[in-house]
């Protein structure tokens, strides 16, 4: 049987390369293997829970397609046994429409550069359930189609 330890690291590297693998190099397939079929993910810019790593890929695919340089980083990234906690930042421009449950926003041509902290939640070392806020009033400001934020 997995040790704590033994099973944090673990989780916290299937963490890092969902970062690198599924969100920067747009390797869907990785999903598959870093995401339980059942995973839920929270995200405050969606108004329902998105379910199954089919809805993970769409959420990440509609980031993709409105910022084709799409780039996060993670900044700090803590493991505690099945929980894994991290803190990223996005940049990317703004050049495909970004489809929104609010409603689509054409491409504007703006740089997006905020942050975003993630909490997943682990289960035989694939995760089973994320929360994802990202600084959105930024990154609605930067795009500028809300009010600036000073």
Not at 122 to 134: A, I, K, L, P
């Amino acid at each position: 049987m997995a040790t704590t330890a033994s099973t944090a690291a673990q989780n916290r590297r299937t963490f890092e390369r969902i970062a690198r693998e599924f969100w920067n190099e747009r390797n869907y397939d990785a999903a598959d293997d870093a995401y339980a079929e059942e995973v839920t993910l929270r995200t405050q810019t969606e108004p329902d829970v998105l379910e199954g790593v089919e809805g993970v890929k769409a959420f990440a695919r509609r980031y993709h397609d409105a910022f084709s340089d799409f780039e996060l980083d993670l900044c700090d990234v803590r493991a505690s046994d099945d929980v894994v906690y991290g803190r990223y930042a996005v940049r990317g421009t703004h050049d495909g429409t970004l489809r929104s449950p609010d409603g689509d926003i054409p491409a504007t041509g703006e740089r997006i550069e905020l942050w975003g902290l993630v909490e997943a939640r682990f289960e035989d070392g694939r995760c089973v359930e994320e929360w994802n806020s990202t600084d959105a009033a930024t990154m609605a400001s930067q795009l500028g189609i809300a009010p600036g934020i000073e």
